[in-house]
């Protein structure tokens, strides 16, 4: 007596012996593996699953509705490996170039064989100072995709442009041989397989487009498994950040050291300080291009103002967050199920005692009286300008 | 070594051009070409044909288009395109031409 797998083939239902579904899933694993980079792998596993189907069907009929282990291989061996027959025609992008060859050997080395992946500007094929690019190479995706993101992130109150400034000044950039070799190398296992799996799941998912009920229960797979590997890759790159600064805060809140529940709200307030105060400052430089009436930097162009501004928000938070990170050991992720409302709880709180603070001192609130006149100002200069136009 | 073996990556090599010779004569399916391909040298399995497919529709040589069938799902029925036919064409030139140096080579 022998368990029984159904498993779906090109939207039709067979049941194998465990044994069997086994191999056969070891084989569709294999082929996808050697097809990794073929930009017609989905077509071709479909149509592989379809002979598969077919020969399946030929052996199965009315008195007989199981496919056993034996009859599997037989069917395996008929099908031969799956090779994959362009022999690298067209040039693969940069990024692929260092994946194609080596996808065969399974990531699971600890970070893949080869060279340990490092993080490089690389300058061919750069537009600007080449850390897209590097970023690209390093993570094995098309290098396009890192630039809409930096593009997203500088409207996301300038930091990709401020991001891109760092990382321009701080990552060497390759130029020996070595070094770019070091750039394509093998990159964190995590990082390599959650991109595989993301980019199967993608093919499966449009494989199943049709299927409304097969859709939204791939849909629902496919987000949990995204969700598990985000996690790993978060834990990972966590352990590589605590192995070079041992600072680096640990994932749940550690019991609390003594004075914590005095520092971990000031420190808070502190930020969220900065934060508002940074934001006001930022809208009326916006605005009125000086921090409310005091001159800033006039001789600079506008552009340069604001993103010092920005910088100047970013170093004073720094410090403070990272403090606070060390006494209390402040999680990224998702502490309990009441992490969020309690978030949100705790900033109204805040907020709320920022302002009653201030409100005493009268400053504050005539500032926040002269705010919307202010915007509406600025609101009229830009119609007007708009209108010249 | 045996001969068989010997020409193991030739054959590999011209079964590109075979594929495109059986598709030339009439509209198939891969199972077709598989089985006219089993009672020649160049037996080949799905595992290969398959990607070998796919890479020829890529370069425009083949084209498909779906077709009922009465035993099971619809299949793909295969056939030259322009660019294939013609290079079915260069490709048999060539190989009479290889044909006449074998046949001619060595000869006084």
């Known amino acids: 007596m022998n368990k029984v797998i159904s498993i779906n083939l090109n939207g039709n239902a067979y049941q194998l012996e465990e044994g069997g579904f086994e191999a056969l899933r070891a084989y569709l694993d294999t082929a996808a593996r050697r097809l990794e980079g073929n930009p017609d792998k989905a077509e071709i596993i479909a149509d592989i699953e ?268 720094c410090p403070l967050k990272a403090i606070r990170r060390s006494v209390y050991g402040w999680g990224y992720g998702w502490c309990g199920p009441w992490g969020g409302l309690w978030c949100i709880l705790k900033w109204v709180l805040i907020v709320y005692m920022v302002i009653w603070i201030f409100g005493g001192h009268g400053g504050f609130h005539d500032s926040l009286y002269h705010l919307p006149p202010r915007l509406h100002h600025a609101a009229d200069s830009v119609r007007q300008w708009w209108n010249q136009q | 070594m045996s001969v068989n073996e010997k020409f193991t990556s030739i054959r590999k090599g011209l079964l590109e051009f075979l594929v495109l010779k059986v598709i030339a004569a009439d509209k198939v399916y891969a199972a077709d070409i598989l089985n006219q391909l089993s009672r020649t040298e160049f037996a080949t399995q799905e595992g290969t044909l398959y990607p070998l497919l796919s890479k020829m529709r890529r370069e425009e040589l083949v084209d498909y288009e779906w077709k009922e069938s009465d035993a099971g799902p619809p299949r793909k029925y295969y056939q030259l395109t322009a660019k294939g036919r013609e290079q079915l064409r260069e490709t048999a030139e060539y190989w009479q031409k290889i044909n006449a140096t074998l046949r001619n080579l060595g000869q006084p």
């Open chain 1, 50 to 317: 379809q002979a598969i189907a077919g020969k399946f069907r030929s052996l199965l009929g009315a008195n007989k509705t199981v496919v056993v282990e034996k009859e599997v291989e037989d069917i395996i061996a008929e099908m031969g490996p799956v090779e994959d027959a362009s022999g690298a025609p067209e040039a693969p992008p940069p990024g692929a170039a260092a994946q194609a060859p080596g996808a065969a050997p399974a990531p699971d080395a600890g970070g893949g064989g080869g060279v340990p992946r490092r993080l490089f500007r690389i300058h061919e094929g750069a537009k600007i100072g080449g850390v897209c690019n590097g970023l690209a190479a390093y993570f094995n995706i098309d290098v396009t995709l890192v630039r809409i993101a930096f593009a997203f992130l500088i409207f996301a109150w300038g930091s990709g442009l401020l991001l891109y400034i760092l990382m321009w000044v701080i990552l060497p950039s390759a130029s020996t041989p070595a070094e770019m070799a070091a750039a394509h190398g093998a990159p964190s296992a995590t990082a390599q397989e959650f991109i595989r799996r993301a980019r199967e799941g993608y093919y499966e998912g449009m494989r199943t487009f049709g299927d409304k009920q097969a859709h939204r229960e791939w849909k629902r797979r496919f987000k949990s498994e995204m969700r598990g590997w985000k996690r790993d890759f978060h834990r990972e790159m966590n352990q590589r950040a605590r192995a070079w600064w041992p600072g680096w805060g640990p994932w749940a809140p550690h019991p609390a050291t003594s004075g914590a529940w005095i520092a971990e709200p000031v420190l808070t307030m502190l930020i969220t300080l900065v934060n508002i105060v940074g934001m006001i400052a930022l809208i009326s430089l916006v605005a009125t291009g000086d921090i409310l009436g005091m001159g800033f930097l006039p001789w600079w162009p506008f552009w340069a103002r604001i993103l010092t501004l920005i910088g100047i928000i970013c170093l004073l938070r």
